[in-house]
């Protein structure tokens, strides 16, 4: 990376977010934001329910805050910065944890965009979707920014699997989809994601059993590393204080005109990824991810509240990059 490159990606990946994420957290207040503030650990909604097996970014929060609560009494004390106008310090760890995460992630999706993708306009693309992802966080959550990074980490492994197939690489995309189910079940559009790109024909093929066995090769692990982790949390975390969706919200969702709303942001936003393609290979790309990703739309539909719109992130996140990436694919031995 020379010179040049290296101050955009500090301004850009670096520098921008940092100042996007203070303008969402310090400037833009919401209910969520009442919630959260005044709290000295999180609601108690995250320590029962389905948030008991996403408990991945809420113990690293408790636990940062065990150690961190003293430095910043200490700071607000000799330093005399008043630091309580933000809110307790439970809020200002969250703040930032989820800014180092937001930052992290923009800088993975810069690396992405300007190594793998093809565009004439990759710069406004790259923009886009941080601003998207920025408003996503007026509901603040402890587990969404990690999620976030650990997928578009993944998406960096798949290319590089995409440019040339290593078993390593495999595996080490695999420990990521474990570490990503700790912290949220969504991390199955990782391997929606791997799917899209590794099969490089028409969805019609995809329902035969020599083209299945064939592209096990490339699934199996990352499948199986998802399957072990969904179901080893499932039969490890007490079940009582546990359960498979935060709610059923079907009909919510075609009623509330907010929810709708939601689908409807949806809706335009895949249409715009399409309109971003400039090969009909990356249009086919973007319908093969929708096709394997029709579970967790369909979970969405029941047990999501569609007018949060961080729900839609990991799906813009794949859909986006499908439409301005380069296929180069693998050679099947």
């Not at 490159?5 to 207040?29: A, Q």
């Not at 040339?164 to 990521?176: A, C, P, Q, R, T």
């Not at 949060?308 to 992130?313: D, F, K």
Request: charged share 15%; glycine share 2%.
């Amino acid at each position: 990376m020379d010179k040049k490159n290296k101050t955009n990606f500090i301004l850009f990946s670096i520098v921008f977010p940092t100042i996007l994420s203070i303008i969402t957290y310090l400037g833009f207040g919401s209910k969520y934001t009442l919630i959260h503030s005044k709290i000295n650990h999180l609601p108690e909604l995250y320590y029962k329910g389905i948030y008991n097996y996403r408990f991945l970014s809420r113990e690293i929060l408790d636990f940062l805050h065990i150690y961190t609560n003293n430095y910043l009494y200490n700071l607000n004390k000799y330093f005399e910065i008043d630091l309580k106008y933000i809110g307790s310090n439970y809020y200002i760890l969250t703040i930032v944890y989820n800014s180092i995460f937001f930052i992290l992630t923009c800088s993975i999706l810069y690396k992405i965009l300007f190594s793998y993708c093809i565009n004439l306009y990759i710069y406004w693309v790259y923009f886009f979707i941080i601003l998207i992802l920025t408003f996503s966080q007026y509901v603040i959550t402890p587990f969404d920014n990690l999620s976030n990074f650990l997928f578009l980490l993944s998406i960096k492994y798949i290319l590089s699997l995409d440019l040339k197939f290593d078993y390593l690489k495999l595996i080490m995309l695999s420990m990521i989809i474990t570490i990503s189910t700790l912290n949220r079940e969504s991390s199955a559009l990782i391997i929606s994601f791997y799917a899209s790109v590794v099969f490089n024909k028409n969805l019609k093929k995809l329902f035969n059993c020599s083209t299945i066995i064939k592209y096990l090769k490339y699934l199996f692990i990352p499948i199986l590393s998802f399957i072990i982790t969904y179901i080893g949390l499932r039969v490890f975390i007490n079940t009582n204080k546990t359960s498979f969706i935060e709610g059923f919200y079907f009909f919510n969702n075609f009623k509330e005109i907010k929810n709708v709303i939601g689908i409807i942001f949806y809706i335009l936003m895949t249409i715009i990824s399409f309109k971003l393609s400039t090969f009909k290979s990356q249009k086919e790309n973007i319908k093969k991810f929708i096709f394997f990703s029709l579970p967790y739309i369909i979970t969405l539909l029941v047990a999501g509240i569609l007018f949060e719109i961080r729900l839609y992130m990991p799906l813009l996140l794949g859909q986006f990059i499908l439409a301005v990436y380069k296929k180069n694919n693998i050679k099947l031995v």
